[in-house]
């Protein structure tokens, strides 16, 4: 009896423990938190200035005073510039925590799910299983065309903005303009007229524009990274030309970052059994999007395109296109900023993949802007807004931020007009709009859950907006089309008045 006594205290004793480090643990995981924190800005601040106090001055300089005060009209230091370094994805190591895989495995589940009503609706209805997928053969058509295009592309830049810089960096310092004016007029044109006149469906024409644009800011970047290094060599009047090797160049092309460096933190080898398993997310992502549109988006907007306009409508549109623009939002990210740059990171075993942060826990639009998607950020950041900043001063914040969202909205709707064949400059108002008062409204001294919910709600109204009234002009197109349109007819939108003509 003694003995049992004994182990029954030993046994409370334990519980109580247990009860107590419970207790304990919040308060340690927040000091342990914050003390990490303070590291690694520590780390990264004193890794700022070693790179810093190591570099040569970068400010440009030319053949001559004269050419100097002109070179640094034209262009602005790149300061320290984004520092690579080796690191994961956010996602590969939350993957590692059960409780987040089991969210994984959720979406997965959702797709079974839409899998299966979809082939028992078509069962009950057809009286056969239908294993056809019309949409995706139809927004993916025409693929010889976009390959033989990006073929074009990636030519041209590899060719016309390489050979021009060789030939301005081996004597001709003023002639800046010619190579940015030759860059943008050679990736200008030519993808775009290929994709209006050739008629290319909505994905093939997503494809050729948004590597257009991809390979018009890589060639931007490395103009932009190495004219200040010829300057400055020409200063020091140094006897050769830092003129980075073609491999160099072709390596930077294919590599997941718009941030042109001649070397970057490499991984020691390749691991291809990642690289296939990013290929099939890729290729799951795209077959999830496939049935979400058709059980979700095509019988939605099928019938009501064909209703009268009316306020009530058009909430109720919006309401119920939050699910899948949401599901669609989560698939282009997972699909692209994880996935795909994932793979090619590791096929040319590029060692920083920090594509995105912890955009989730945003509690701000400034941050949520930040972390969404950091390569564009990145890009954005150091070429146009700290440009901007040079050239007109420091006091002028305001101004950059303004610059840089105009530049991206605008970018954002060429790309959807010219994908969609139609200029309904929804994306371009959200982002305008709503996405600059956000920005300056819910900034960084949001903080607290509520900030985080109030965020995620205008981000799921934002998204039901946008599907609802591009999918809504779509059909509005197909279902009313003009014989003999003008290019007004272009641009007004055609479900305002499409139900006029039904």
């Known amino acids: ?129 239908v294993l056809g997928f019309d949409l995706l053969v139809f927004v993916f058509g025409k693929f010889p065309v976009v390959f033989c295009t990006w073929l074009c592309m990636f030519c041209a830049t590899v060719i016309v903005p390489y050979n021009l810089f060789v030939w301005w960096a081996q004597g001709y310092c003023s002639s800046s303009h010619r190579v940015l004016h030759s860059l943008f007029y050679g990736l200008g044109f030519g993808p775009t007229y290929i994709a209006v006149s050739y008629a290319l469906p909505p994905a093939s024409r997503f494809i050729v524009i948004l590597e257009q644009v991809r390979l018009v800011m890589k060639a931007h970047s490395f103009v932009r990274e190495n004219v200040p290094r010829v300057l400055s060599s020409v200063k020091d009047k140094s006897s050769t030309v830092p003129i980075p090797r073609i491999s160099q160049y072709l390596y930077f092309l294919f590599a997941p970052t718009l941030i042109y460096r001649d070397n970057y933190p490499r991984n020691p080898m390749i691991r291809w059994g990642y690289v296939a398993t990013k290929f099939a997310q890729v290729l799951g992502s795209l077959f999830y999007a496939y049935y979400i ?89 150091y070429y146009a807004y700290r440009d901007f900043l040079w050239f007109f001063g420091k006091k002028f914040k305001a101004a950059a931020m303004l610059s840089v969202f105009t530049v991206s909205a605008a970018v954002h709707e060429y790309v959807l007009s010219i994908c969609f064949g139609y200029f309904y400059p929804v994306l371009f108002c959200l982002f305008m709009c709503f996405g600059m008062v956000f920005n300056f ?26 599907i609802c009234l591009y999918s809504q002009e779509w059909y509005a197109r197909q279902y009313c089309p003009m014989e003999n349109p003008t290019f007004l007819d272009y641009l007004k939108p055609r479900s305002w008045s499409c139900h006029m003509k039904m």
């Open 1 to 129: 009896s003694l003995g049992r006594v004994d182990v029954d205290h030993v046994i409370t004793r334990k519980m109580q423990l247990i009860a107590e480090a419970e207790q304990l643990k919040p308060a340690f995981m927040k000091e342990v938190d914050s003390h990490f924190t303070e590291f690694v800005n520590s780390l990264v601040a004193k890794s700022v200035l070693l790179d810093s106090s190591s570099s040569a001055s970068l400010f440009p300089a030319s053949c001559s005073e004269k050419e100097l005060h002109k070179a640094k009209t034209l262009r602005a230091p790149p300061e320290h510039g984004k520092i690579f370094t080796a690191r994961r994805s956010l996602l590969d190591e939350l993957f590692e925590v059960s409780h987040i895989r089991t969210i994984y495995h959720m979406f997965i589940a959702l797709l079974i799910v839409f899998i299966l009503s979809t082939l028992l609706v078509d069962f009950i209805d057809e009286g056969r299983l």
């Open 293 to 381: 549109f058709v059980r979700l988006c095509i019988p939605q907007f099928h019938n009501s395109s064909q209703e009268t306009f009316s306020l009530r409508g058009l909430v109720l549109c919006i309401f119920n296109s939050i699910l899948p623009g949401v599901l669609i939002l989560f698939l282009v990210f997972f699909a692209f900023l994880h996935c795909w740059l994932n793979a090619f990171a590791e096929m040319l075993r590029f060692a920083d993949r920090m594509f995105y942060k912890d955009w989730w826990n945003s509690t701000s639009y400034a941050n949520y802007y930040r972390t969404w998607n950091v390569v564009v950020h990145d890009w954005l950041y």
């Open 441 to 466: 409204i819910l900034n960084d001294r949001r903080k607290g859950p509520i900030w985080n919910v109030i965020m995620w709600t205008s981000l799921f109204l934002g998204q039901g907006v946008i």
